[in-house]
Nanobody, 116 residues
Framework: QVQLVEFGGGLVQPGGSLRLSCAASGFIISSYAMSWYRQAPGKERELVARIFSIGGSTNYADSVKGRFTISRDIAQNTVYLQMNSLKPEDTAVYHC?????????WGQGTQVTVSS
């Protein structure tokens, strides 16, 4: 059974850091594009970062370039999102997604709140 479980969210002050984790089961993450999306209240879901299956290349939303880093640990079958220099506008529910072929799976999300 395919499953994605995110954790690592929380409350952090502006300028702080968090690392989100997405633990996958039922498939091998290196065979699929793995992404982090976020959705703030009243806003549409937006793509934050993606790591591609072949070669592990990455891309980022302009709003997070230079601050966020997506990575994967194939042995742990886990994808990470390191978030530095957090801003209040980064506040959202962050979701992990796996996509490729027949697969398009989402995690339940983890809340990130950036506030002083």
């Amino acid at each position: 059974q395919v499953q994605l479980v995110e954790f690592g969210g929380g409350l952090v002050q502006p300028g702080g850091s968090l690392r989100l984790s997405c633990a996958a089961s039922g498939f091998i993450i290196s065979s699929y594009a793995m992404s982090w999306y976020r959705q703030a209240p009243g806003k549409e879901r937006e793509l934050v970062a993606r790591i591609f299956s072949i070669g592990g290349s990455t891309n980022y939303a302009d709003s997070v370039k230079g601050r966020f880093t997506i990575s994967r640990d194939i042995a742990q079958n886990t994808v990470y999102l390191q978030m530095n220099s957090l801003k209040p506008e980064d506040t959202a529910v962050y979701h992990c997604n796996a996509k490729g072929g027949y697969l398009d799976s989402w995690g339940q999300g983890t809340q990130v709140t950036v506030s002083s």
